[in-house]
């Protein structure tokens, strides 16, 4: 059932790294490696056409499993020829377990973290911006040994996902790469819970093995563990030991990215070198050149898409008037008269057409060609970069172009 995926590693940069160029091959075309995938949630990229993604260079996405069975569900995709003929996307396609919803409506909720992974100790204002809405959430989801009951957000029913129908609804979609079910835990777990949970996410990786059927898609074990380095070491041991095609890290990395930073070094050197390696929810700048250094190869994130719509639009971080997370906010009146692009390096459609001024009016007037926009330059951004850094990892200037990017910040 493998037959139609593998991962090849070209070439290894060493200096006391695990960065790597490769590539992973799949039934819908290749990655090259490391790559970011921006995140289909519904089946699209909002705002941008499968060609408009083409043109971008998009070598694959990331869409989620819970979201496309509630709607339109699973046997409608799988009706209509899956999720590749359903969206006209033909390059490769990653879905999630679902199981980071059983967080983000249940532990998420409870404890008052936002859903994008916020560092409390990096962003203690969105943290506390966070826990603020608390009271007013109450958990979607609950936990059990056989899986998770969900509350559906549309109309309140009632839906349970566990290994076994995480894997079949993973199959009907169709996607090239399926992840298995586990419990994404939250960074306010004591350790004594996030053990406890770690043995059930194992026990959960067994049986998202067995039960999948014979297809052509490969299946990536999750490691979790939380911020703990004894855990993170035992799943490592645990889920590479087991026949998995590659391997996700996920769950919560930690209260700042320097726990994340420490995570990784636990967890990668220890993963298969012939496997691929992919990181969980992950995506901004320093979080790349990070990631790559320490031998992940592919990432996905939502936030390029999230920060288009809310006028912020990523940015070298030397550019005048970008914030700390490397973005400029377009509705601010600064730009009001601004006839420069976002970006003067930048050769996307956007930068080469429009204005900072125009964006800005179109922000302000809440018309939806600002979104689609900033969608396309931030995508555009994403990809240019990991251009650039494989092409670094190739010529052995990797930390030339990292100090390059982060010594500005």
Not at 19 to 32: C, F, K, Q, V, Y
Not at 87 to 102: E, I, L, Y
Not at 300 to 320: E, G, H, K, M, Q
Request: charged fraction near 25%; proline fraction near 5%.
């Amino acid at each position: 059932m493998t037959d139609y995926f593998s991962y090849t590693e070209h070439k290894r940069f060493e200096n006391g790294t695990q960065a790597r160029l490769g590539r992973i091959d799949t039934p819908h075309g290749s990655i090259e490696t490391p790559e970011f995938l921006p995140v289909g949630t519904l089946a699209t990229v909002k705002g941008l056409l499968p060609s408009q993604l083409e043109e971008l260079g998009v070598q694959g996405m990331l869409s989620n499993t819970y979201h496309l069975f509630l709607r339109p569900g699973a046997d409608i995709v799988e009706e209509m020829g899956g999720i590749h003929r359903f969206m006209n996307w033909k390059r490769p396609v990653m879905t999630d377990s679902g199981g980071f919803q059983a967080f983000s409506l249940g532990a998420a909720r409870q404890h008052g973290i936002g859903k994008i992974g916020v560092f409390p100790a990096q962003n203690p204002e969105a943290a506390q911006e966070a826990a603020k809405k608390k009271e007013n959430y109450k958990p979607l989801a609950k936990i059990d040994e056989d899986g998770v009951v969900f509350r559906s957000f549309l109309d309140g029913t009632s839906h349970r996902l566990n290994p076994e129908i995480s894997i079949r609804i993973q199959e009907q979609l169709g996607a090239d790469i399926i992840l298995a079910f586990d419990e994404c835990t939250s960074p306010a777990a004591s350790y004594e819970y996030t053990a406890m949970s770690l043995e059930r996410t194992h026990r959960w990786a067994v049986r998202s093995l067995e039960a999948r059927r014979d297809t052509p898609q490969a299946l990536y074990g999750i490691v979790q563990g939380g911020e703990w380095q004894d855990l993170r070491e035992k799943s490592v041991k645990f889920i590479s030991s087991l026949p998995f095609q590659g391997f996700a890290v996920g769950g919560s990395l930690g209260k700042s990215k320097q726990d994340m930073h420490k995570v990784l070094d636990w967890t990668v050197p220890g993963l298969p070198h012939d496997k691929p390696r992919h990181l969980l929810g992950i995506g901004e700048v320093d979080d790349l050149f990070e990631g790559v250094q320490r031998g992940i190869d592919t990432f996905d994130c939502v936030i390029p898409t999230r920060f288009a719509r809310t006028s912020n639009l990523l940015v070298p971080y030397d550019v005048p008037g970008a914030n700390k997370r490397g973005t400029l906010v377009l509705r601010n009146a600064a730009f009001t008269h601004d006839e420069r692009p976002v970006d003067p390096n930048c050769t996307c459609y956007c930068c080469r057409n429009y204005s900072r001024a125009y964006l800005r009016h179109l922000y302000k007037s809440e018309e939806i060609l600002g979104s689609v926009l900033g969608t396309l330059h931030n995508i555009h951004f994403m990809l240019k970069l990991m251009r650039d850094i494989r092409a670094s990892l190739a010529d052995g200037t990797f930390f030339e172009l990292k100090e390059r990017w982060l010594g500005h910040r």
